[in-house]
């Protein structure tokens, strides 16, 4: 299981030393492009995402919170990131989005909150793309609490199909030693890194070496 801390739990004003942490320990780097419209907050914009890739040694995933996810498609392009994760429970046209990301030749993948298990373009969606960011938390629950029903669908689809699954949302490290064993392919991790990034550390060699 690949380990991503999200850069949006950072130091903001120190991010340079804290890109440098990331590629040190870990394996991924997740940035967070939220626009206030499709989840109720603002996060930095694709030009701060395109400035951690000059400095990043790992693969970064960027992850779309964003109500138009079309108007991002050159600005993304430009981007050296590895994979690209599209919101859809915002979405109408969703297959649309992911298709002309595609047809760009950007590695994309789709993020599915609680609001996307009964959508009927469910399946057509995962059949489109090999990886699944599955949201741990509810969508817009300020007190970001982890779901276990949402944690148990995402190792259900690790565990039963081919899919590469990534879980975000209110992952700390005893969630990550009661599933290690599953087929989880990446776990998003914020705040329990970069609150006590001596802990992440041992915690992380402990469990992965």
């Not at 320990?25 to 000059?54: N, P, T």
């Not at 960011?133 to 029903?149: A, P, V």
């Amino acid at each position: 299981m690949k380990i991503s801390p999200s850069i949006a739990s950072a130091d903001i004003l120190r991010i340079a030393d804290e890109v440098q942490f990331t590629n040190q320990y870990f394996d991924d780097i997740h940035l967070d492009v939220a626009d206030g419209i499709a989840v109720g907050e603002i996060s930095f914009g694709i030009q701060m995402c395109r400035r951690i890739c000059e400095i990043a040694t790992l693969p970064i995933s960027l992850h779309l919170e964003v109500s138009n996810p079309l108007q991002y498609v050159e600005q993304v392009k430009q981007g050296n990131f590895d994979m690209v994760f599209i919101q859809v429970d915002c979405l109408m046209n969703a297959k649309e989005v992911v298709g002309i990301y595609r047809a760009n030749a950007i590695p994309v993948g789709i993020n599915l909150s609680n609001l996307d298990l009964e959508r009927e373009d469910l399946r057509e969606l995962l059949e489109m793309t090999g990886h699944v960011l599955i949201n741990t938390t509810y969508h817009n629950d300020i007190r970001q609490s982890l779901r276990r029903e949402m944690l148990d669908y995402a190792i259900r689809l690790a565990n039963e199909t081919e899919h590469k699954v990534w879980i975000d949302g209110a992952i700390n490290w005893d969630i990550i030693k009661e599933i290690q064993n599953s087929n989880i392919y990446a776990a998003v991790m914020g705040r329990a890194v970069f609150s006590d990034k001596a802990n992440a550390v041992r915690e992380k060699k402990n469990l992965f070496g």
